[in-house]
């Protein structure tokens, strides 16, 4: 799945209900540590702030765009819910 500010792989966990994961890839296209560092940084945050849209039994990886860093927070949740809310679906 897709999005302005990032791409989402989710993957489902067959099994036993298990908490849902989440990472980050952040490759040096995005610009220095500091900046990769900042990207991680805001997306955690904005995962965090999305925990309890999180469906179980999935593991969502984040591929972070540079826009993420001029993206108002707001905007950032709201995208990070929607990808929640599509995986739930899927």
């Known amino acids: 799945m897709t999005s302005r500010y990032f791409a989402a792989f989710c993957l489902p966990v067959p099994g036993e209900p298990v908490p849902a994961r989440f990472g980050f890839t952040t490759p040096r296209a995005l610009g220095k540590a ?9 997306m955690r945050e ?5 925990l ?3 469906p179980a039994n999935f593991a969502i990886v ?5 826009t993420v860093l001029e993206a108002p927070f707001e905007d950032l949740c709201r995208e990070v819910g929607r990808i929640f809310a599509r995986c ?3």
Do not use: D, G, H
Request: hydrophobic fraction near 30%.
């Open 46 to 50: 904005a995962v965090r702030a999305q």
């Open 88 to 90: 739930r679906q899927s």
């Open 52 to 54: 309890e849209v999180l």
């Open 34 to 42: 500091v900046k990769r560092n900042r990207i991680k940084r805001r």
């Open 62 to 66: 984040f591929n972070p765009r540079r």
